[in-house]
């Protein structure tokens, strides 16, 4: 008998939307020579966590449409034709209605997903692909073999298994840190479930994001309703049994989000990204770094010369701080929910008439553009993006739904919603004997605040998780891993902030270094160890442990770039 081919064993950790792209690119490959493991610790592939009860209610939307999202098997508008009336009228949904433009509820968006995966391995099984998909199975850790070339991954049922490639999928994070010991504190809003809660007094909600906005939509529908007049208006009706329930938002610069509008060229892709040759000419010319100021202009400024030469003439001269400082100084002078309003009506004329909102769509280009080479950046370019460039970027390409927008004003309208501007100084004090928590901040008269809260939400997004919180202990302990760290171009600037306290400074030999979130990784996603070694068996695209080198990671696109780097990495394509 011939000895049976040896196939190369892939294993991807969790079922979501990272692990569905990466599949994708798999079996769009149609090769035999592999065998793929699918590790989920749900008994559900393809919704994740964001698209899952985990993640959303039936009241939660994407902010994303059809048009909007990268192929995977089939469009959303032609999967929806295969449903049955009944299953769309959960959500309010009528075929004859529905297109492209179309945002989905997130739970329908993840059934969505869970069909295009089961699509994928339908026609992995046809292609001769060998596929085993682990559901209901845990991992619990990874340890690297160097020596066979081969890593071990162990299951929460004590199975250890091993693999050629390993790629890492996990998903989100939501770490606790109070909730269950304060009362009446939640970590984050997920499960939204946790939220179904009648409460007849103010509630602190910490953030102004998508997360925030999530938050709002569960606990206004447990403590009143929402009703459209017959002029298409949405209003906010209060529960007789919680007159004082009201939401109490509280961001850093006391700003809502802007609002979802008609984009150009909704697909975000690999031709945004500068090029290697770009990127190795511009670090070339800039002591070995790439420079903030030639992607700002490059990916953001350039882009206007042509689609918007009026536009590009304001901003030409203009450095990405004044940019940025003249942007948010519009937005901070104006009254929040007013300014709000105007970008509503401003977003429905950009969808009836299908003509973006130019500025914000390249700003959403710049920041998918940037997140890829962003480790190449100085540590004092890495500081002004993150305290300059993300906070625009960030309440700008939220993208908030129409209806969510809708409600959010109904809120307002109804003396149920406000916002506060905390500054960078505001904190949230638990209050472990009494529950709750104690607002703390300074407002924009000077003057020291501080307000209890029996009931407190943060709702400040996917947190940046830090090295040492990295889930799989084989890899710390071998030191396969290593904590992300970003070289300053000045070793005096470094000096001085050292001094000045800043304890995410670190000296090596001569240099100084910046200390970012998560760990160490290449342009591949390979991880990469204490010696400053990649290793080309481990991959990771579970971005709460990559965000110091991926700051800005975008949903989707995000999965759809990354994927591609790592199959192409791995198939030597």
């Known amino acids: 008998m011939p000895d049976k081919p040896v196939k190369t064993r892939i294993a991807i950790l969790g079922g979501g939307p990272s692990a569905l792209f990466i599949y994708k690119r798999f079996v769009e490959a149609v090769r035999t020579d592999l065998e793929i493991h699918i590790f989920e610790a749900k008994k559900l592939l393809g919704a994740g966590m964001p698209y899952s009860y985990e993640g959303a209610n039936r009241e939660h939307v994407t902010n994303v449409s059809d048009n909007e999202i990268p192929e995977i098997v089939t469009s959303i508008e032609t999967w929806i034709k295969t449903l049955s009336k009944e299953s769309l009228a959960k959500y309010n949904i009528e075929k004859e209605n529905f297109n492209e433009y179309k945002v989905l509820p997130r739970l329908l968006f993840g059934q969505y997903l869970s069909a295009q995966f089961n699509l994928l391995l339908e026609k992995a099984k046809s292609d001769g692909l060998a596929t085993i998909v682990h559901l209901g199975s845990k991992v619990i850790d990874i340890v690297d073999k160097p020596r066979s070339g081969k890593v071990e991954i162990e299951t929460a049922e004590k199975e250890i298994l091993e693999f050629d490639k390993v790629i890492i999928c996990t998903g989100h994070k939501w770490p606790v840190k109070y909730e269950g010991i304060v009362p009446g504190y939640f970590d984050s809003p997920y499960p939204p479930a946790k939220l179904e809660l009648k409460l007849n007094h103010p509630i602190a909600i910490k953030g102004s994001s998508l997360t925030a906005v999530d938050a709002l939509r569960t606990l206004a529908r447990n403590n009143g309703t929402f009703e459209t007049d017959k002029n298409g208006k949405v209003k906010f009706l209060p529960s007789k049994d919680s007159p004082d329930f009201k939401l109490v938002m509280h961001s850093r610069n006391g700003l809502l989000p802007a609002v979802r509008f008609h984009l150009e060229d909704p697909l975000v892709s690999n031709d945004s990204l500068l090029s290697p040759e770009e990127i190795e000419k511009n670090k070339a010319e800039n002591d070995g770094f790439l420079s903030l100021d030639f992607v700002f202009e490059k990916e953001f400024k350039d882009?206007?010369?042509?689609?918007?030469?009026?536009?590009?003439?304001?901003?030409?001269?203009?450095?990405?701080?004044?940019?940025?400082?003249?942007?948010?100084?519009?937005?901070?002078?104006?009254e929040p929910f007013s300014l709000f309003k105007k970008e509503y009506e401003e977003a429905e004329k950009s969808i009836k008439r299908k003509e973006s909102i130019y500025w914000k769509e390249v700003l959403a280009i710049l920041s998918f553009a940037m997140n890829y080479p962003a480790k190449y950046l100085s540590a004092e370019d890495m500081q002004r993006l993150q305290k300059i460039?993300?906070?625009?970027?960030?309440?700008?390409i939220a993208f908030v739904p129409q209806s969510s927008c809708e409600e959010l004003l109904a809120l307002h309208d109804a003396g149920k919603l406000e916002i506060i501007s905390v500054g960078e100084t505001g904190e949230a004090e638990p209050e472990k004997i009494k529950g709750g928590i104690t607002y703390h901040y300074t407002d924009e008269n000077g003057k020291e605040q501080s307000n209890y809260f029996e009931t407190f939400v943060d709702c400040v997004g996917q947190p940046h998780l830090n090295y040492e919180a990295f889930p799989f202990g084989g890899?710390?302990?071998?030191?396969?891993?290593?904590?992300?760290?970003?070289?300053?171009?000045?070793?005096?600037?470094?000096?001085?902030?050292?001094?000045s306290g800043n304890k995410n400074i670190e000296k090596s030999g001569n240099d100084y270094y910046l200390k970012v979130p998560g760990i160490t990784i290449n342009d591949n996603f390979q991880i990469v160890d204490a010696k400053g070694k990649e290793n080309d068996r481990i991959y990771i695209m579970a971005v709460p442990y990559i965000g110091g080198y991926n700051p800005d990671y975008s949903g989707l696109d995000f999965c759809e770039q990354a994927s591609s780097n790592i199959v192409d990495t791995i198939l030597d394509v």
């Open 303 to 334: 882009l206007f010369k042509d689609k918007d030469p009026k536009f590009y003439a304001s901003i030409k001269d203009l450095s990405m701080e004044e940019f940025v400082d003249s942007m948010m100084s519009r937005r901070e002078s104006a």
């Open 389 to 396: 460039l993300m906070p625009l970027i960030s309440v700008v």
């Open 475 to 499: 890899l710390l302990e071998n030191k396969a891993i290593s904590p992300a760290r970003i070289k300053f171009r000045s070793p005096e600037k470094a000096k001085d902030a050292l001094t």
